[in-house]
C-alpha cells in the first residue's frame, strides 16, 4: 500500500550548506492518503506548489483557498492557517518557506535590496490566491524532487544547484504575479463538472460523459488534467467523498445508503476511499463535529503557545507538512 511521503532540508542545514539565509525550509511532500496540517503560522513566507491532486487550505478570517494540480499558493509571515477540516487530501507538493525580509536575505543570491523590496510587494500583492503555474515554473517543480532526493552537503555541484533552483522558482512566481488572476477552468471543464454533480450515484463511463460535452475522451482528460491538476475520475471521486461527508452530518441514512446514492458500488469500497480521503471511517466521522470554526483559530494557537507547544512564527509538525 502506498505510504506518505516527505523529505525536507530545514532551515538550519540551508543556512550553513547554502549559506543562502533567503531561503529558510525545502520540502517535497506526496501523500497518498489524508494528513494533517493543524493551525499553525510560519515567521516567512510560504510557497506550495501543487503538481498533482488537490486540496483545500483555511484561514484564520474564515476564507479558504483550493489548491489543484499545476497551481501554486503564497501564504505570507504569521497569517494563521491550516488545511480544510485539518487535512491534506492525497496530492503531490512542494514547499518553500522564505524571508525576503532578513537583513542578509541577499547574500549569495542575485537578488539586490531593491529587488528583494520589488519580490516582497508582487508577493503580497497576489498572495492566497492559487495562480497557475507558467512552463518553466512548471518544469523547475518536476525537477525539484530528484534535486532534493539526490541532495549532498559534500558536493558543491549539488549545493549550488540547490541555491539556483530555489533563485530561479522565486523568479518565475515573481514574474507570475504580473497582472494576477485566479485560474478557472474551461467552459467544458464546467460543463463536465456539472455532469458529474448532478450523475453522483449514476456510475458512468468517461467516454459518455466525454460525449455529453460534446468532446472525445482523450480531449477530455487533456482539458481537466490542464484545468485542474486530476483526471475527470480523480476528480468524479473527490466531489463523491465531499457529497458523503455532508451527508454523514445532515441525515441519518446508513452508510451504506449514502455510500450508494454516491455512486459506490459497496459500502466496503466507499469506507476505503473516505478514509483515504478523510484519514477516518465514516462512522467515526459521524461522531464527530463537523468543520472547526475557523474563528477558533487564534484561540487555538495561543493556547499551543502558553502550553510550549509551538513557538510564534514555526511550523507545527504534524505528520507531514
Not at 515567521?43 to 501543487?50: D, Q
Not at 477530455?220 to 468524479?236: M, R, S, V
Not at 445508503?257 to 466496503?268: L, V
Amino acid at each position: 500500500m502506498p505510504f506518505n511521503y516527505e523529505q525536507v532540508l530545514e532551515s538550519e542545514t540551508l543556512t550553513l550548506d547554502l549559506r543562502m539565509p533567503l531561503i529558510q525550509r525545502v520540502s517535497v511532500v506526496r501523500c497518498h492518503s489524508a494528513s494533517r496540517i493543524t493551525w499553525h503560522s510560519h515567521a516567512g513566507y510560504e510557497l506550495l506548489l501543487l503538481s498533482e491532486g488537490a486540496t483545500t487550505y483555511e484561514f484564520e478570517e474564515g476564507t479558504t483557498a483550493d489548491l489543484t494540480g499545476g497551481q501554486f499558493l503564497i501564504i505570507p509571515p504569521e497569517v494563521v492557517h491550516r488545511g480544510l477540516n485539518d487535512l491534506r487530501t492525497p496530492t503531490s507538493l512542494c514547499g518553500v518557506m522564505f524571508a525576503p525580509t532578513f537583513s542578509n536575505a541577499g547574500q549569495h543570491s542575485p537578488f539586490s535590496l531593491d529587488e528583494l523590496a520589488w519580490l516582497q510587494k508582487q508577493l503580497d500583492y497576489a498572495a492566497l490566491k492559487p495562480l497557475k503555474m507558467n512552463v518553466a515554473l512548471r518544469s523547475q517543480v518536476k525537477a525539484l524532487p530528484n534535486e532534493i532526493k539526490s541532495y549532498s552537503a559534500d558536493s558543491i555541484q549539488k549545493v549550488l544547484r540547490i541555491r539556483l533552483m530555489m533563485c530561479e522558482i522565486l523568479f518565475e512566481v515573481a514574474t507570475r504575479f504580473e497582472g494576477p488572476t485566479v485560474l478557472l477552468p474551461t467552459t467544458l471543464v464546467e460543463q463536465a463538472i456539472q455532469y458529474m454533480r448532478k450523475n453522483l450515484d449514476n456510475p458512468t463511463s468517461m467516454r459518455q460523459l466525454a460525449r455529453s460535452i460534446g468532446c472525445s475522451r482523450p480531449k477530455l482528460f487533456q482539458i481537466f488534467k490542464e484545468a485542474t491538476g486530476l483526471t475527470p475520475n480523480d476528480y468524479w471521486q473527490r466531489i463523491r467523498i465531499e457529497d458523503a461527508y455532508h451527508r454523514l452530518h445532515s441525515s441519518t441514512d446508513s452508510i451504506t445508503k449514502i455510500a450508494m446514492d454516491c455512486g459506490f458500488t459497496t459500502s466496503q469500497y466507499f469506507c476505503t476511499v473516505f478514509r483515504k480521503y478523510w484519514g477516518l471511517s465514516p462512522s467515526e466521522c459521524r461522531k464527530r463535529p463537523t468543520l472547526v470554526d475557523p474563528s477558533t483559530a487564534q484561540q487555538y494557537v495561543a493556547t499551543l503557545l502558553s502550553d510550549g507547544q509551538l513557538r510564534a512564527g514555526h511550523l507545527i509538525k504534524a505528520a507531514g507538512h
